[in-house]
């Protein structure tokens, strides 16, 4: 592409990882989306809890632009993983609305600034703390890809569904027989290769 612009690209690819993190939710029961599926407790409702704290900090008091709801999970004193995971009271709904909130925050911040704002990252070190919107641009692309890639997985142990996003599952074409012969190669190598 010529002529484009750099923080449209940025905010795309943003934008990219965002709805694939939602779509890993679609179709899903209260229960599998709250269901950890791995030791560490890694569920997607809780991812998407997880990212929406962490833009509405990055996007908001960052560039002194506060996201102007509570987020008791994250204050001080509150329990060790609990931007992790929904309580029972916190429907899908209320994490869902709250992740498209900050999103619209998040979009206003990036509309209303150049990719050189200065912005202070409050818990970074003072030394690094000082970044430019550009810079917390491409932490954020980073940041909800890498969660859209635990959710990935996270789906595919749930269902079995797998893909980049709707329409597009960016995988090669296979029906569960050919995925089960697949796997089962790759286990014969990965034997063989742990016997030498």
Known sequence: MTGSDPKVDLHRYLQAGREALLWKLEGLSEYDARRPMVPTGTNLLGVVK???????????????????????????????NADMWATADESRDQIVGLYQRVQAHSDATIEALTLDAIGHVPWWPPDGSQVTL????????????????HCDIVRELIDGVVGLREGNDNVP????????????????????????
């Open 50 to 80: 997880h990212v929406a704290g962490v833009e509405a900090g990055y996007f908001g008091e960052t560039f002194g632009r506060p996201f102007d709801e509570p987020m008791p999970w994250l204050d001080d004193g509150a329990e060790p």
């Open 134 to 149: 550009h810079r917390i641009l491409v932490h954020m692309i980073a940041e909800t890809h890498r969660h859209a890639g």
């Open 173 to 196: 074409p296979g029906d569960r027989a050919w995925w089960e012969t697949y796997r089962g190669r790759l286990e014969h190598v990965a034997r063989a290769a742990g016997s030498t």
